[in-house]
Each structure stands twice: as structure tokens, then as C-alpha cells.
């Protein structure tokens, strides 16, 4: 018996009898620390959010997208860590109370959030910010007691995964760091006035004669870079093709694989509500955080399914920026989220619905697009039940949201009249069929492209 005892790990193999005789956090410690990691993941989530539809670079976008909704995850479970040691919970939807640095670290995050272009988003985001918080979790990971906190323990290893995964594609990208070394300084000199994320340093004053704040601004005019082209070109003929009934399904199979790399339309309209409605509860947050992030990967299906076909599809196809430009500039916010939650009901029904473009893919004998739509669909339902919870917690019943989303299309298409110079309104449909599929299109007759769709 004893024999076999003797090769049993201790404690669940967590630590170390030694290991865990070690005094770590008291528990007020804890949670002071913890609502500080809290309020950064959050100010980070939304300060993502907020830059997506102005960045122009399509790769940062991807980036910006994936990682909000990382520190979304991030900012769920510190809270519920922060309501299981401390009953009732602190207010976690302001800055930590009671932390005489709390302020400035609010005050550095809103010098991240004030980067007027991609490199000084980046350098705050990543260079400064999110290799801070890195450094606090590896620190708290090893200072607190293995036994007694490996609840916090575990969440933190699990989000230091994640931020060292942003850190690493950040890093990857080369010829910024130089550049910007002034902005980085001036960061961190509102970083140091905080005492670090932990706030456990020495708080440094601002030289403020140095580094003066500086405002932020957002713009929600979507935009893209210079290797995209027709970005005001409103024809997008995939919109009708892929449900037309005589067309064959490899060219109704190819509209939908624009439609979906089209897709980054949606988080670029869904960033404007989710920074102008403030004072929300979490859910609306972290709900619309996730189908930011899915309805970003669904664009990236698309392109992946490009790339596969050797199709430039930068340069090949407008992907025209009306959806979320006539939202965000010609609509109210709660407007946009209506006009979201139609648009996903609609994605339902069986006809014309993501079973069908499922199908589609199928009848096409394009596995990979099939494999893409297989996963488009699941995660559209998961959407359309976000949908219904923001509705209830609005108090708005689904006919009146769906009433009001076909006059908010309209009149937001109408407002569309005054972009259309910007570029020429081409229809490169037959063109790009016959690049890509070499068959002339047999979507001729097309009725018009005042449509109502994602
Ligand atoms: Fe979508
Ligand atoms: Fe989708
Ligand atoms: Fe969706």
C-alpha cells in the first residue's frame, strides 16, 4: 500500500507539499489585483473595437477582431472570479474603487485608445499594453498560492495563452517598432503614473510639458488599403446570384464565397453601436463581442477559399463598404442593432437560409466552401438567439424590430446617393465568372441590388 502511494503526485499534482506552504495573495490583495487585469482586458476590448472600422489594414483587422474577443473572455471570467471571493461583488463596470492609481491606469488606457493611425495602435496595443498585462499574469501566476487560488490561477494561465499569442503576431510584423519609440515613451509615462498594471511601483507623475494627453477620436467611415479596389462600387451582384433559382450552383457556390468575404462588413458596422451605446450591461458587450469576432472569421473563410482558387481577391473583388457605412453614418445605434437582428432572422428560413448556401456549397462539389458553410451556419443560429436576448432586453417585440429594419434599409439607401461618385458603379459579375469559372454567367436579368441581406 505504501509502495503504491509513494508515486502519486501531491495535491492533485498542483504544487508541491513546499510549494504550497508558500504565503501567496491575501484574498483583498487578490481581488485589488484582479480588478485592475479586469478593467485593462475591458478598456483594451473596447478600444479594439473601437479602431476596427477605421483601420484600414485588412490583416490588422483580423488581428483587432480575434483579440477583443479574447479579452472579452478574459474580462467574463475575472468577473466571475471577482464575485466568487467577494460577495456582493465590487462594481466592475467602472474604474476599480478605493485604488489610488486606478485613475491613471484609466488615464494611460485612454492614451492607448487616442493612436491615430495603425502603427500607434499597434505600438499601445501590443508593444505597451498587452505586454504589460502578460508580465502581471506571469507574475501573479507565480506569486500566488498554487492551493488556495488556483481558481485565479488557472483563468490567468489561460488568458496569458492568449496574450502571448497576440503578442507573438504583433511581433511578427516588422519594420514599426523604430518608428514609433516617442509614442511607446509617451504610453508608458502614463503607465508609470499608474504604478504599472499592478500598481504595486512607485507612481511617476506625467511630464505633462512632455507628453500633454492627447484627445481620442473614433471615425466609423469604414476603410480599407490601397490594395483594395471599388470600395464605393455598390454593385455586388452575389448579393441576387446565390439564391437565383436557373443559375448553377458552382456560380451561386462562388457568389457566396464573396458574400462571406464581403462579411467584414458586419464588424465594421457592429464596432459603431458597441462603442456609442456605453453604459450597457456586460452581455450586450460580451454577446456582440463573440459575433464580432464570427462574422470577422466568416470573412476570412472567404478569403481563404480565394487564396485556395489563386483568385487576388483584393484586387478582384469591390468589397464595397455601404452596409456599415450607410449604418453608421445615417442610422441611430440601436437602429444598427435592429437592422442586425433582421438580417439574422432572415439568414433562417430553409429556402434561402444557411441551410441553403450549405447546400449550395454541397451541390457545387466544393468541399472546402461546404466545410466553410457548414461552420457560417452554426454559428449564424448562435447569432440569431444573440439577437433575441438583445431584443428582450431592449423591450422590443421581433415584428417591430423587423417593421422598423425594412424603412431604416431604405432610407439608409437612400443615403448611399451620396457616395456613389466616389467611385464607378461597375458590374463585374460577368467578368469575374467567366476570370474564375471560365463559362459565361447565366445570371443575366438580374433584378436590381436594392436587397436586404448580409
Ligand atoms: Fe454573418
Ligand atoms: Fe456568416
Ligand atoms: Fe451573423
Redesign the pocket.
Known amino acids: 500500500m505504501a509502495n503504491t502511494a509513494k508515486n502519486i503526485p501531491e495535491l492533485a499534482g498542483i504544487a508541491t507539499y513546499a510549494d504550497a506552504a508558500r504565503i501567496g495573495f491575501s484574498v483583498d490583495e487578490n481581488v485589488r489585483r484582479l480588478l485592475r487585469f479586469h478593467w485593462v482586458e475591458r478598456r483594451l476590448m473596447e478600444i479594439l473595437v473601437a479602431h476596427l472600422t477605421s483601420e484600414p489594414v485588412w490583416e490588422v483587422k483580423c488581428a483587432l477582431a480575434l483579440h477583443q474577443g479574447q479579452s472579452a473572455e478574459h474580462v467574463d471570467a475575472l468577473r466571475r472570479r471577482v464575485s466568487e471571493m467577494r460577495n456582493p461583488a465590487p462594481r466592475l463596470d467602472a474604474i476599480p474603487e478605493n485604488d489610488p492609481t486606478a485613475a491613471a491606469l484609466d488615464e494611460f488606457l485612454e492614451q492607448v485608445d487616442a493612436a491615430e493611425d495603425t502603427d500607434e495602435l499597434l505600438t499601445g496595443v501590443y508593444d505597451v499594453a498587452y505586454s504589460a498585462l502578460a508580465e502581471a499574469y506571469r507574475d501573479h501566476i507565480a506569486r500566488t498560492n498554487p492551493l488556495v487560488d488556483q481558481p485565479t490561477r488557472r483563468l490567468l494561465r489561460f488568458a496569458l495563452i492568449d496574450t502571448e499569442d497576440a503578442l507573438a503576431w504583433s511581433l511578427a510584423r516588422d519594420g514599426w517598432r523604430e518608428d514609433r519609440r516617442e509614442w511607446a515613451d509617451h504610453l508608458r509615462a502614463y503607465l508609470a503614473a499608474a504604478g504599472g498594471v499592478t500598481g504595486e511601483r512607485n507612481p511617476v507623475p506625467v511630464d505633462i510639458g512632455r507628453y500633454p494627453p492627447r484627445a481620442t477620436h473614433h471615425s466609423f467611415h469604414p476603410r480599407r488599403d490601397e490594395r483594395f479596389r471599388g470600395r464605393y462600387n455598390f454593385e455586388f451582384a452575389p448579393h441576387v446570384v446565390y439564391s437565383m433559382p436557373d443559375v448553377p450552383a458552382a456560380e451561386r457556390n462562388l457568389a457566396l464565397l464573396c458574400k462571406r468575404t464581403l462579411?467584414m462588413d458586419?464588424p465594421e458596422m457592429m464596432a459603431s453601436f458597441m462603442t456609442e451605446r456605453t453604459g450597457q450591461p456586460w452581455e450586450f458587450y460580451r454577446d456582440y463581442s463573440r459575433?464580432l469576432w464570427?462574422?470577422a472569421r466568416?470573412a476570412m473563410m472567404g478569403t481563404v477559399a480565394f487564396e485556395a482558387k489563386g483568385v487576388d481577391w483584393k484586387r478582384e473583388i469591390p468589397l464595397n463598404i455601404s452596409f456599415a457605412l450607410r449604418l453608421n453614418l445615417h442610422a441611430t445605434p440601436i437602429e444598427r442593432q435592429m437592422m442586425?437582428y433582421a438580417?439574422?432572422q432572415s439568414?433562417m428560413p430553409s429556402d434561402t437560409g444557411k441551410r441553403y448556401e450549405y447546400q449550395t456549397a454541397v451541390a457545387a462539389d466544393d468541399a472546402l466552401s461546404a466545410h466553410f458553410h457548414d461552420y457560417d451556419w452554426a454559428?449564424?443560429v448562435?447569432?440569431?438567439q444573440i439577437g433575441r436576448r438583445m431584443l428582450r432586453r431592449e423591450g422590443i417585440s421581433s415584428d417591430e424590430a423587423r417593421e422598423q429594419a425594412k424603412e431604416i434599409h431604405e432610407k439608409t439607401w437612400a443615403a448611399l446617393e451620396e457616395y456613389r461618385a466616389l467611385d464607378e458603379q461597375h458590374d463585374w459579375w460577368p467578368d469575374f465568372v467567366h476570370r474564375v469559372l471560365g463559362r459565361v454567367s447565366s445570371a443575366e436579368g438580374r433584378p436590381g441590388l436594392n436587397i436586404f441581406a448580409?
Open positions: 462579411e458586419v459575433q464570427d462574422e466568416h442586425l438580417i439574422e439568414l454559428d449564424e448562435l447569432h440569431a448580409e
